[in-house]
């Protein structure tokens, strides 16, 4: 990658005027490189500091496990056991999506680093999509780990036919995740030091609206609204449906089919909004200098 | 009309008022400079807590996250056990309720630590001030448990008021309600300086590790479902967790009709090793003083030894990022 950006780079001895216009090969090639750049202290920092393996798997698994215990404390039938599994699964991405997405931009002001993006010659959504690549890796293991052992601790036995759709599903539901993390990372930016306060906010009542530990269906019209407005909500139902095929599956929320085209639409409309957003924030960020502005 | 020689009313060589070094200065005023330090620590905890936003968005923020936590809990049992299930709810509801002091009393410290750390980057000066460092953190988690008791208050009403959970005041016992509410904050304030401990030696990332800490005690401290449940050496665990003890008692005090209990009950280990179906009142006090008073021991030496290594590394003002 670095070889084939000197190669397209505007060499030192071109005019001012000749280095400002830049083609598209080497547009393409910049942001290509910022997006590697923005994951690689993701992916790399995951065998740095080995102290998540503690605290990012064995602890998210433990409290998986209390949900399991709950089931078996009332003696509900297996599938339940199944249905925390992954809801515990699934969580590791939600938790990534507004702790490392949504939140990140407002470290980065605070941190110092927000005025240096806007700078640099590259497009602001190649940082929002190199964190949220490393951010998917960095979760994916640890959602892949909680889900094997607890499968295998706790006997979850998975019913699925149609592999491609849950796979499909799955891709979408992440896509349309960190498209709402891409989205919300405008919105906290603007909103500051309330961020951090909101993304506190935004896990237990977030679980409990997307029906993170039983069928979202129970949950009457809050739980048609989530799968209408939160992409964790609807794609946990979709899996779950596709997941367990064989279970006696509350009825009340839509086919799978239908849900993958909720999060296509999803996925599609978080990615323009966060588009529209970064424009729009740094507008108001440059008028208003706020750029630079730290811990408010 | 006398006249005062003028080197009794001007300062002696050396001595403050002149300009010298004081050495009581260095001394401090004990005890004295120690609340100071604690009650500025606290007031300061309190406003980064709550002058973010304005008092209705600040209470609905508090109290959001365990009335959700209680929700979750309350529907999966509704899901399952349909309406026969009114004691388990009120066990439920009580336990998650509580479980909002656990997780502010354990974020508050690790938080307070990171936040000076790595977002305003003001560990070290605090740390090289002259108030203790120990005390200012534990007067930053103070400001936290505040919070977190307001959403434990909000819930329990919640429960009682929507839910059916049967808190009658005239029957609660208040002299062990008061007794095992001190111990249990004490301890829950010791396992939150333990995870400052940690946040010491970590990176940025640690903001979710006391959730984290705290979602893998839910597990085995009978918050949510009696310990029975779990397999006999997990039980044993719970049994030495305070907050388990801590949970039962207050518990205890506050519904002594309810006969669901997390600590004893049919097929638990308690049961096997006493032969009793659950521990008694002042059995659950002894055991919360015991394990509390172990923990906050471990929790005290744990602090120290982080404190040197952090001093030792050059950690306290490194700061992280990915």
């Known amino acids: ?296 | 009309m006398t006249t005062r020689s003028p080197a009794l009313d001007e300062p002696t060589f050396g001595t403050p008022a002149w300009g010298g070094f004081d050495p009581a200065r260095t001394r401090g005023r004990g005890v004295a400079d120690l609340m100071r330090a604690f009650s500025t620590a606290t007031r300061l905890g309190w406003q980064m807590e709550a002058n973010w936003t304005d008092p209705v968005l600040f209470f609905i923020y508090s109290v959001a996250k365990p009335i959700s936590s209680a929700l979750i809990f309350v529907v999966m049992i509704d899901v399952i056990g349909g309406g026969s299930t009114r004691e388990l709810r009120s066990f439920v509801v009580v336990g998650t309720a509580l479980w909002s002091f656990v997780l502010s009393g354990i974020a508050g410290l690790a938080w307070s630590v990171l936040d000076d750390r790595e977002r305003y980057r003001m560990l070290k000066y605090v740390y090289v001030s002259p108030s203790s460092f120990l005390v200012v953190l534990l007067g930053r988690g103070v400001a936290r448990v505040a919070v977190g008791a307001m959403g434990a208050l909000i819930t329990l009403a919640v429960g009682v008021v929507a839910l059916g959970v049967p808190i009658d005041v005239g029957h609660i016992d208040w002299p062990m309600l008061v007794a095992v509410m001190v111990a249990g904050l004490v301890t829950i304030v010791a396992v939150g300086m333990l995870l400052a401990a940690i946040c010491l030696q970590t990176r940025q990332e640690s903001w979710s590790y006391p959730e984290a800490a705290a979602g893998a005690l839910f597990l085995v401290s009978g918050a949510v479902f009696p310990l029975a449940v779990l397999p006999a050496a997990v039980q044993v665990i719970g049994y030495l967790s305070p907050l388990s003890w801590w949970i039962e008692g207050v518990r205890r005090a506050i519904m002594p009709e309810v006969g669901v209990g997390a600590i004893g009950g049919p097929g638990s280990l308690f049961t096997e090793l006493t032969g009793r179906a659950t521990p008694s009142s002042p059995e659950i006090l002894l055991a919360l003083l015991a394990t509390g008073a172990l923990v906050t021991l471990g929790a005290i030496v744990g602090f120290r030894l982080s404190d040197h290594r952090a001093r030792d590394r050059g950690l306290l003002d490194q700061t992280t990022g990915s």
């Open chain 1, 1 to 296: 990658m670095a070889a084939w950006t000197r190669r397209v780079a505007v060499g030192p001895a071109d005019s001012p005027a000749a280095s400002a216009t830049w083609s598209r090969r080497q547009v393409l090639a910049t942001d290509l490189r910022t997006i590697v750049g923005r994951a690689y202290p993701r992916v790399r920092g995951m065998v740095r500091e080995r102290s998540w393996l503690f605290f990012e798997i064995l602890l998210p698994f433990l409290a998986t496990s209390t949900f399991v215990f709950v089931y078996r404390a009332l003696r509900a039938p297996p599938e339940y056991v199944g249905f925390v599994v992954l809801g515990g699964a699934m969580t590791a991405f939600w938790l990534n999506v507004i702790w490392m997405m949504a939140s990140q931009l407002w470290w980065e002001k605070s941190q110092g680093n927000l005025e240096l993006y806007f700078a640099a010659p590259m497009n602001i959504m190649s940082v929002l999509i190199g964190m949220a690549i490393g951010g998917l890796i960095l979760s994916s293991s640890r959602a892949f780990v909680v889900l094997v052992i607890a499968t295998e601790i706790y006997g979850v036995s998975f019913a699925v036919d149609q592999w491609l759709l849950l796979a499909l599903v799955f891709g979408l539901t992440l896509a349309a995740l960190y498209g709402l993390g891409m989205a919300l990372a405008s919105l906290f930016l603007m909103w500051g030091r309330e961020a951090f306060h909101l993304t506190q906010l935004l896990q237990e009542p977030i679980y409990f609206v997307s029906g993170l530990n039983f069928p979202v269906g129970r949950l009457g019209f809050i739980g048609a609204l989530a799968i209408a407005l939160l992409p964790l909500a609807v794609g946990l139902d979709a899996m779950r449906q596709l997941a367990f095929a064989g279970s006696d599956y509350p009825k009340g929320t839509p086919p799978p089919v239908i849900e993958a085209l909720i999060l296509v639409a999803m996925t599609v409309i978080s990615l323009l909004l966060a588009r529209w957003m970064l424009r729009t924030l740094e507008r108001l960020a440059r008028r208003e200098g706020r750029l630079s502005v730290r811990w408010q």
